[in-house]
């Protein structure tokens, strides 16, 4: 099941469904990417015709953020929203259960080391056989070291569109495996940054609590919410 979007389709999943599917494309027969899509990426497509096709290309697209959930409603679609940190955390739990091996790749090397300590503490079980802090400047090397250790779920944490391209890149190099851009999940799992309290999370308000405890994100988000929100308005009017 899926929504269409100026353009681009996004799965229609609840939670747990999107989990059993991701589970069963770390069994798959090939390497699959998974997008958490938010209003800055449907924003930053217009400008970049090789980002647009990574999205039409992905095995999995799900809304992040509350921007999409709303535009999708005002084009007539009821979807629930998958935090994509919410849904990364879970894809680990069930890799820990399953003795599937993990890598990280991303952010500052003390984030990165922070996070997978607070992590192998949180998860028992927990196979991480690879990680690699954010900040390199050959993929190829990256690529070769997936190779040797071949890990089955692979979270990607490099921002967008960079993380995208790194996984697309991997696509036609790695062995079958599930990659999923993770944007700033490892700085929140690092404890760098306080993820919203409970009540904004379900209001689905992240946004405004970050903007309010980061306000350097303000420029990010505003216009783009407001803006998307108007957009997708008038894309309902132009069908
Ligand atoms: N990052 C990285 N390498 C880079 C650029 C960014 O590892 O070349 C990391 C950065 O340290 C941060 C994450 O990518 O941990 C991006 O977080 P951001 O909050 O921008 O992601 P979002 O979820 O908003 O896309």
Request: one cysteine or more.
């Amino acid at each position: 099941m899926s929504a269409e979007l100026f353009g681009f389709n996004i799965d229609n999943y609840k939670f747990e469904e999107a989990v059993s599917v991701a589970k069963e494309l770390i069994d798959g027969k090939k390497v699959s990417q998974v997008i958490t899509i938010n209003p800055e990426m449907f924003e930053y497509s217009n400008s970049d015709s090789e980002f647009s096709n990574i999205i039409k290309e992905a095995e999995m697209v799900i809304p992040d953020g509350i921007g999409v959930k709303i535009a999708l409603k005002i084009n007539g679609n009821n979807i629930d929203r998958i935090p994509g940190i919410d849904f990364a955390k879970r894809l680990l739990q069930e890799s820990a259960k399953n003795n599937i091996p993990v890598a990280i790749i991303g952010a500052k090397e003390e984030i990165i080391t922070r996070a997978i300590e607070n992590l192998e503490k949180e998860i028992s079980g927990l196979n991480i056989v690879y990680y690699q802090n954010g900040y390199f400047d050959n993929d190829k090397e990256i690529y070769d070291n997936l190779l040797t250790k071949s890990p089955k779920l692979v979270l990607v944490a490099l921002g967008s569109p960079k993380q995208e391209k790194f996984i697309y890149n991997a696509k036609s190099i790695l062995k079958p495996c599930l990659m999923v851009g993770i944007g700033g999940s490892l700085d929140v799992w690092s404890g760098n940054i306080k993820r919203a309290p409970l009540i904004f999370q379900k209001l689905g308000l992240e946004w405004l609590y970050r903007t309010i405890t980061q306000p350097s994100r303000l420029k990010r988000i505003f216009p783009t919410l407001p803006v998307f929100i108007i957009k997708a308005i008038n894309y309902k009017f132009s069908k």
